[in-house]
């Protein structure tokens, strides 16, 4: 019963493949986000929805490119991946204050 | 350009001993400050969150000052033990009525080491 979960936890694919990462959450919450967490260990938003809705869209190339099926699902699907993709994708959502993060998806490009 | 900032970097702290860590924040419509805690392997959880209109708040060991003049906030492990040694992220949000929070602006993360 994980609040939010993301598949897969590990991907490690070659440069110029396109890849998906999948999340659901069970909390009812309506707000679902996607953080990138870089070697340094920075978190950074790259999108959040509301209710199926796009609110956030920080400066990410268009490659990256979220969809919500529903508000307790967001995918992140990302083209013609780079070397400097690497790093842990964060599934997250909330409702009022507080998140909710999933445990990572971290993506290796080769 | 860095909102937040957070120090220090790493720290050691023996174990019972109080672990400090502090950030500075630069956008004054920020209206809730959480602190998360992140083991390797996991996202990051949260632990302690405060909201301006007050100084200071406690749960448990954990405990977060505010000071909104300077634009500050730290977090306060005391009797630190072993168990608590995981990278602690401050981090900022503006809430929004409608949606709740906006996006969390995060610092750069302290990894604590509790030493026995």
């Known amino acids: 019963d994980t609040a939010v979960s993301q598949t897969p936890k590990y991907l490690v694919t070659q440069m110029g493949n396109d890849k998906s990462i999948k999340c659901e959450q069970n909390?009812?919450?309506?707000?679902m986000y996607w953080y990138k967490q870089d070697s340094k260990k920075f978190l950074k938003i790259m999108f959040s929805y509301n209710n199926k809705e796009l609110i956030i869209n920080e400066t990410v190339p268009n490659r990256f490119s979220p969809k919500s099926p529903d508000k307790a699902h967001l995918n992140l699907h990302i083209n013609s991946l780079e070397l400097g993709d690497s790093a842990v994708y964060f599934c997250?959502?909330?409702?009022?204050?507080?998140?909710?993060f999933g445990s990572g998806t971290r993506l290796t490009v080769v | 350009q860095q909102q937040v900032k957070q120090s220090p970097q790493s720290l050691i702290v023996q174990k019972g001993g109080i672990s400090i860590i502090n950030c500075a924040y630069e956008?004054?419509?920020?209206?809730?400050f959480p602190w998360y805690q992140q083991f390797p392997g996991k996202g990051p959880a949260l632990l302690i969150a405060i909201r301006p209109d007050v100084s200071e708040k406690k749960e448990g060991r954990f405990t977060i000052s505010f000071n909104k003049s300077a634009k500050q906030f730290s977090l306060h492990i005391m009797d630190s033990q072993p168990g608590d040694s995981a990278t602690y992220f401050c981090a900022a949000s503006v809430m929004r009525s409608n949606f709740g929070n906006e996006k969390l602006t995060f610092g750069t993360g302290t990894r604590l080491t509790i030493i026995p």
């Open positions: 956008n004054t419509a920020f209206d809730y």
């Open positions: 909390l009812g919450h309506d707000t």
């Open positions: 997250a959502s909330s409702r009022g204050s507080g998140y909710t």
